[in-house]
């Protein structure tokens, strides 16, 4: 079967990589059914990305997949600096995030097993992939998009709603739609190699030198380890070489011997930092690589691509399904793009340094990168910042027009993502968190302190009425063991207050009083909520 037999179809998603493969299980959990295409044979068998990121658990925790994710894994336990192989630094980095989120860590786990549990996911709900087919042309037209596609024997005509660019940073969607990639390439060239070494330590080990890197990060498997490093300078030049070449120049940079049993995958390449001027044009959209790539440092790029996609998929599913007006998508590009330029300058930043070899960079990588380091990570305040920066739960659309901030709370802002905090549901009598009560698709009212049961009720009932499956309601009274939540959040006895979160665990509003004119301008005029109509008496 062609992916034409589903034509017309409300999303095409061009690209099944992690990005591809995020936003058709977000579309499948609101219920859509998109049609995903891409033009490998099949799902990567390398490894290639390998940090899965806290803000991504908390999001394969939604899809319910997280447990998976989890036990096929494992949190990297810390990080190591050497300087000509002598150790300047160590750093302990496992449970950095404690009670920021329920995963603390940064969690090892392969591209190519991500790419499988998402697929598992896609498959228990009948949403198969179409391998071995590209896009080779689209037009836009008012109201659908018509893209021709081709899987080697013949070409063919697809007609959806809505078509999605998640196929990379050779993006076929991109250049068809002339949306320029902005950006430049690394001058230096580098290698990557998946080997099997005596040892199960799980640690990040990082040597520097003065015209070399090597870094040794640990992978699932016993004795698994990724080795990235820049070409050494007597193969700069050579068309053809193995990880045999190199081993001379990585055994001089680390000290040691290097026992490598096996060599499961070796590559060279250059890195690029580039971005889409745009993110977005009429019916079409960019996401993940086909909208930004840069240096691997701090293991962001695949977790940002998921977070496009998380994103982007609740909005489309709104407009879809007539929930939301059609103005809500631009707020992807809104958001999503200052994310992206902040972490190309920044990883642009740090990657310099790493393979600077000027004569300020020699000292500077010696003495002074490992000092500011130690201090840093022994300055909790810093240490927390940099979890949240590296975690991506720090990230924050505080200056969204989907944000509506009707409170003198200054710690916790609309636009913050909601804080991971635990609750004991006095109703269920059961512990449980705040995260797990925005489980569900849709928006999610919370409301806490002190209110009468009547209104409770009529709160509910005006939700079953307007906004019954698209927004959810849970209500937190004041009790002892929740007084942590109302501290949080600045609740004083008697006072209450109302949160409104969007299906991305984001805050789009919050207020100092419960008030239901205030909601539905907010929901309806704000964050563009089409309420039903309302049933006749």
């Known amino acids: ?32 059914q998109p049609v995903i295409i891409d033009n490998r044979q099949g799902p990567t068998r390398q490894s290639r990305a390998l940090a899965v990121q806290a803000r991504s658990l908390e999001i ?21 600096f050497y300087d000509e192989g002598e150790q300047k630094a160590s750093f302990a980095i496992q449970n950095t995030g404690q009670d920021e989120t329920p995963f603390p860590f940064v969690h090892i786990y392969p591209q190519n097993k991500n790419e499988r549990t998402l697929l598992n996911y896609l498959t228990d709900r009948s949403c198969p992939v179409y391998w071995n087919t590209s896009l080779t042309d689209l037009q836009q037209q008012p109201g659908e998009v018509k893209a021709t596609l081709s899987n080697g024997e013949q070409h063919y005509t697809l007609t959806c ?13 991109r250049k068809q ?13 580098f290698y990557l190699a998946d080997v099997i070494m005596p040892g199960n330590e799980k640690l990040i080990n990082i040597y520097l030198a003065p015209r070399d890197f ?124 200052p994310v992206a330029k902040d972490l190309l300058q920044s990883t642009d930043r740090a990657f310099k340094i790493i393979i600077s070899d000027s004569l300020w960079a020699r000292p500077a990588k010696k003495w002074l990168l490992p000092v500011l380091l130690r201090k840093a990570w022994q300055n909790e305040a810093l240490r927390f910042k940099l979890f949240k920066r590296v975690s991506q739960t720090g990230i924050s ?9 009707l409170s003198q709370l200054t710690t916790i802002k609309a636009g ?28 999610t009212l919370i409301t806490m302190g002190l209110l009468q049961e ?40 008697g006072q209450s207050k109302a949160l409104i979160v969007r299906p991305d665990m984001h805050i789009g509003f919050i207020n100092d009083v419960v008030d239901l004119e205030m909601m539905k301008n907010y929901l309806e005029n704000v964050a563009g909520c089409i309420p039903y109509p309302t049933s006749p008496a």
């Open 214 to 337: 090597a870094a040794f990060f640990p992978m699932p498997g016993q004795g698994a380890y990724r080795i990235v490093g820049n070409i050494p300078p007597e193969l700069v030049n050579k068309p053809e070489f193995t990880l045999a070449d190199v081993l001379p120049a990585l055994k001089k940079i680390t000290g040691s011997n290097l026992p490598v049993l096996d060599c499961t995958w070796f590559t060279t390449y250059q890195l690029h930092h580039r971005m889409a001027v745009r993110f977005s044009l009429g019916r079409c959209f960019l996401i993940g690589d086909a909208a930004h790539i840069h240096s691997p440092i701090g293991g962001q790029g695949m977790n940002t691509g998921l977070q496009d996609a998380y994103n982007l998929a609740w909005k489309l599913a709104g407009v879809i399904q007539n929930k939301l007006k059609p103005e809500i998508l631009n707020s992807y590009a809104a958001e999503r793009m």
């Open 60 to 80: 394969y925790r939604q899809l319910g997949i997280v447990d998976t994710v989890i036990a096929e894994g494992f949190a990297a336990a810390g990080v190591n």
């Open 416 to 443: 913050d993502r909601l804080p991971y905090l635990k609750i004991y549901d006095e109703k269920k009598q059961q512990q449980t968190d705040l995260h797990a009560w925005c489980g569900k698709p849709g928006f």
């Open 161 to 173: 709603q809505w078509l999605i660019g998640a196929d990379g940073a050779h993006s076929q969607v």
């Open 1 to 32: 079967m062609t992916p034409v037999a589903q034509s017309p179809t409300q999303v095409l998603i061009v690209g099944a990589g992690p990005s591809g493969l995020m936003m058709a299980a977000q579309l499948l959990r609101y219920g859509l």
């Open 177 to 189: 739609l002339q949306i320029r990639f902005n950006g430049d390439t690394y001058h230096s060239r």
């Open 397 to 405: 659309y505080t200056h969204s027009s989907l944000n509506l901030h």
């Open 454 to 493: 009547l209104y409770v009720f009529s709160l509910a009932k005006w939700i079953t009425q307007n906004y019954n499956g698209w927004l959810n309601f849970y209500h937190l009274p004041p009790s002892v063991k929740n007084q942590r939540v109302f501290d949080t959040f600045g609740i004083n006895a």
